[in-house]
């Protein structure tokens, strides 16, 4: 499993968010807004028992969710433009987490899968 760091997502949610170009720079009050909400998500999933990672590894297969979730908690923030859009877009982010975790957590253990 490969793992992102926090610049890693920072760079993406700033695309995701549009308030960077490719290999433009990102303002750094922007880049703070960003890792704030990074912070802020993961205490909010670890808070629920629903990830174990923390800011320093975490798994490329939580990217995405994890991406959408921390861009609807900056937008505001960055100035992004329609900031509630992404709100919509973050929706089902965090169910999304969820059946990842357990689907990885399922795989690392071996167990069957049950089905009815």
Sequence with gaps: MA???QADI???VAKHLKIIASGQGLRATDG???????VDVLASLKRGSFVQYDITA?????AIPLVLLVGALAAHGVNAANPN???VLAKGAEPE???LEYEHDEEERGEPELYI
């Design 58 to 62: 975490i798994p490329d297969y939580a």
């Design 85 to 87: 859009d992404y709100a």
């Design 3 to 5: 793992v992102l760091t």
């Design 32 to 38: 703070e807004t960003i890792d704030n909400a990074l």
């Design 97 to 99: 987490i969820r059946r």
């Design 10 to 12: 920072r760079q993406r």
